[in-house]
């Protein structure tokens, strides 16, 4: 079936390192990955999304590559700031392209 | 503001009620979802609607109903059949053109009693 799954539940960093969560997901059809913030008690918010015919896609301080020979999808945060500090999930569409999959989500720990 | 309001942020329920969450936006946007969070876990789609007076089935519907009259909102009701309500629930919006990015709202706690 179609799953999204991430390798680790927790992470923990120091302020000013690079963060790197990783997802691995299960449908090659899918054509669409894109990452979530949620902070505690909150929605999720967007913070960058790809398409499958791209490698990798740059925003602000965040990167995002897709490596679809292992289904693998990860999130890069440089220099990493207390405000990082929450539960990030990856989310693949669905086969029919009318919903998103989420993953358990990894929460990242920044600490000064 | 354009965005996703949900009301309420709490809300109590004794068991046996059927209870109501809504859901607006101002985004017009077509397909609207809702998803519900449990500690630790990631997000699970009860129900989506691509368009007015349609809706559809997620993984995790029993219990759950909907409906969706107007464009701007997708209440959702928790019925009595639902064994294990009490959970976070959220909603979510998209546009049906470009980018499959959905907006969430803020959520709403749900706590039976």
């Known amino acids: 079936g179609e799953s999204v799954g991430l390798h680790l539940p927790t992470l923990s960093v120091q302020e000013g390192d690079n963060s790197i969560i990783n997802c691995a997901y299960s449908?090659?059809?899918?054509?669409?990955f894109i990452w979530y913030k949620q902070e505690s008690g909150k929605g999720p918010q967007f913070i960058i999304d790809?398409?499958?015919?791209?490698d990798k896609r740059q925003g602000q301080r965040v990167t995002v590559l897709l490596n679809k020979t292992v289904k693998h999808l990860s999130l890069q945060i440089a220099a990493t700031q207390p405000g990082d500090s929450a539960v990030y999930f990856c989310?693949?569409?669905?086969?029919?392209?009318?919903?998103?999959?989420f993953g358990k989500g990894t929460t990242l720990s920044v600490s000064s | 503001d354009g965005g996703i309001t949900q009301s309420p942020k709490y809300l109590f329920r004794k068991e046996g009620q059927n209870v109501t969450l809504s859901c607006e936006q101002n985004?017009?946007?077509?397909?609207m979802y809702w998803y519900r969070q449990d500690p630790g876990q990631g997000l699970r789609l009860i129900y989506y609607?691509?368009?007015?007076?349609?809706?559809q089935k997620g993984d995790i519907a029993e219990g759950y109903s909907v409906s969706r009259e107007k464009k701007e909102s997708f209440p959702l009701t928790v019925t009595s059949a639902q064994k294990n309500p009490t959970a976070f629930y959220l909603c979510?919006?998209?546009?049906?053109?470009?980018?499959?990015?959905?907006?969430f709202g803020p959520g709403t706690r749900l706590t039976v009693l």
């Open positions: 989310a693949e569409n669905n086969q029919a392209g009318t919903a998103l999959i």
């Open positions: 449908n090659s059809a899918s054509d669409y």
């Open positions: 790809i398409r499958s015919n791209m």
């Open positions: 985004l017009n946007h077509d397909a």
């Open positions: 609607s691509q368009i007015v007076n349609d809706f």
């Open positions: 979510a919006s998209m546009g049906v053109e470009g980018d499959n990015e959905q907006f």
